[in-house]
């Protein structure tokens, strides 16, 4: 049995304090199968005294990032946003160490830096649960399809948006009914403004482009149009037609003037 895994989880909101939570309660099936325990050693949060879930352990709880990451064999960023995020990323790979992120919008704009360094430094950066989670659409484009010709990917990548639209559609809701539903159900945060307008799914499709078609992608270059100006008039009308309006997230290869693929 190897010696315990020393992980260091940065961000304690909705999504760290589930990821804490499967940590410990599946303590001993994620032994079994990597063959060392799991030990989280801390968890960064910007507020101490925030309110914590009960199985988050206030012993755990640090807002020194920099001594919990030097410490770690593995570090889980689940911040968001670019910076700090992108700082404490950047220090664990250079210090060898790896690094599992959800933080799609990190790497849609500083992707290629980061698996550059990943690679110089033979430091693990996984990075699956950036885009559709729960089913192993990165693996896919990155191992799987690594030797095929893809040339469009397309998908609903947003899960607050598509919950939205669903009940607009489904119950006759309004956009303002549907998002305050979201939001009381934990699907969209209480600044939605990454979801309905698109920013979200913008980013997993710079990130999704950038697996496909082997290319340095970046968020500026993808065309973003959101749901905010979506009415229940809207949906009822595609409705009729036999339409349904969904969020879409598309990337796919276009050709320049000579015919050469960009």
């Known amino acids: 049995m190897k010696q315990a895994v020393k992980i260091a989880v940065l961000g304690c909101g909705t999504v760290g304090a589930q990821v804490v939570r499967l940590l410990q309660e599946r303590a001993a099936d994620y032994q079994a199968r990597c063959g060392a325990s799991l030990e989280i050693i801390g968890i960064c949060v910007h507020n101490l005294a925030a309110p914590r879930p009960d199985l988050i352990s206030r012993d755990l709880l640090t807002d020194q990032a920099e001594p919990l990451i030097d410490q770690a064999d593995l570090v889980i960023e689940l911040i968001g946003g670019i910076e700090p995020a992108r700082t404490y990323i950047t220090r664990a790979l250079e210090a060898g160490k790896s690094v ?28 699956e649960a950036a885009v559709a989670g729960a089913i192993p659409v ?14 469009v990917v397309q998908g609903i990548v947003n899960g607050t948006t598509n919950y939205m639209l669903d009940q607009m559609e489904k119950k006759g809701w309004s956009f303002e009914q549907a998002l305050t539903t979201a939001q009381e159900l934990g699907y969209a945060e209480a600044d939605p403004t990454a979801d309905i307008d698109g920013l979200d799914a913008a980013a997993k499709c710079a990130l999704l482009a950038q697996l496909a078609f082997h290319t340095r992608v970046s968020l500026d270059q993808v065309a973003v149009k959101g749901i ?18 969904k969020l879409l997230a598309i990337a796919q290869l276009a050709q320049d003037e000579q015919g050469r693929e960009c």
């Open 100 to 127: 599992v992120t959800g933080n799609k919008a990190l790497l849609a704009q500083h992707g290629p830096e980061l698996f550059d360094l990943s690679r110089e430094r033979e430091a693990d950066l996984y990075y």
């Open 138 to 151: 990165v693996y896919g484009l990155r191992e799987s399809l690594a030797g095929d010709r893809v040339q």
């Open 228 to 245: 905010r100006s979506i009415t229940a008039d809207d949906i009822a009308d595609a409705k009729e037609s036999g339409r349904t309006i």
